[in-house]
């Protein structure tokens, strides 16, 4: 009966009385993603991307193979490198075949993982704390920009004498690095907040409490976000700066060990690899951001960014 009259309603609503065309159902989350990459395919972006990779393969093989220029010549070109890297019974012990360069993978990535982890828990309260209250900042923003300038390296023999084994100087030295980031980025975050949000909220009888979350903490987000990209690079090449003094497997130790062992082809691999693997993370984090501020992707979007 219902459908009837709803027939009926659509019917005398349309001129002529002809029924109203059905309205198609929404796309889903693949069919959003498709209509995104046809329209990326519009734009000059995506070729760029690949001409720009292209020409920075033609150089390095033109440098390191096709010229050999003398301080190249020792080098292995991209073609060796790919050879290598494809190859079932790799020469210098290192390829997609043997599982010890998974081990290597898993064991930096693990690391990032708990470091990452560990730096957004801290940071992020600390700094969405240090921006909302003066008092708070004026106690431990000193400190944080004392400890701040000190390179990673510095702290390897303290964090040697500090934890044991191989495993924790390693996470602690990435978590110290990325944390000072994240930290200072979310306070910034809050700073920038205009003031005109704080009174506005404040005359509409928010609390303290209220204005915490509903202004501060969306309003730092941005910022947040933008500090936790910047934060899980950081933390990667701290990583492997630890993993070459301190470590028994990591990309950054397989780095370290080919070079000491004077086996470049691996060294490459890991440099490689390691470029790769941390654009994905950082690609993971963006996405993260944008599902989390689809207003702030709306916003850029209408500005033409």
């Not at 003398?70 to 019974?89: C, Q, Y």
Request: glycine share 10%.
């Amino acid at each position: 009966m219902q459908n009837a009259i709803s027939t009926s309603e659509a019917t005398a609503g349309a001129p002529g009385g002809s029924s109203l065309p059905p309205i198609p159902p929404m796309p889903g989350a693949l069919g959003r993603s498709w209509w995104r990459f046809k329209k990326s395919l519009g734009r000059p972006g995506p070729y760029l991307t690949v001409v720009g990779i292209v020409l920075w393969i033609f150089t390095y093989w033109l440098l390191c193979e096709g010229l050999q220029l003398p301080r190249f010549v020792k080098l292995p070109g991209p073609v060796t490198v790919l050879t290598e890297w494809l190859s079932p019974n790799p020469q210098q012990g290192i390829s997609l075949y043997t599982p010890e360069y998974y081990q290597h993978i898993w064991a930096s990535l693990r690391r990032i993982i708990i470091a990452f982890t560990i730096a957004t828990v801290v940071g992020v309260p600390l700094g969405l704390l240090m921006g909302w209250s003066r008092t708070f900042r004026d106690y431990t923003f000193p400190i944080l920009e004392t400890l701040r300038p000190i390179p990673i390296l510095a702290w390897v023999p303290l964090a040697i004498l500090m934890f044991s084994g191989y495993e924790t100087p390693v996470i602690f030295l990435a978590t110290l690095a990325s944390l000072f980031v994240t930290t200072l980025n979310t306070m910034l975050g809050v700073q920038s907040i205009d003031e005109a949000y704080f009174r506005a909220a404040g005359c509409l009888g928010s609390s303290k409490w209220d204005i915490f979350r509903h202004v501060v903490v969306p309003g730092a987000l941005p910022f947040v976000f933008t500090g936790l990209q910047i934060s899980i690079g950081v933390a990667w090449f701290s990583l492997v700066a630890a993993e070459m003094v301190s470590g028994d497997y990591g990309l950054g130790y397989l780095i370290n060990s080919s070079y000491v062992n004077s086996v470049t082809i691996p060294m490459v691999i890991g440099m490689l690899t390691l470029g790769f693997v941390g654009w994905v993370t950082s690609a993971i984090v963006r996405w993260a951001g944008n599902r989390l501020m689809q207003w702030h992707v709306r916003a850029l979007a209408l500005q033409g960014r």
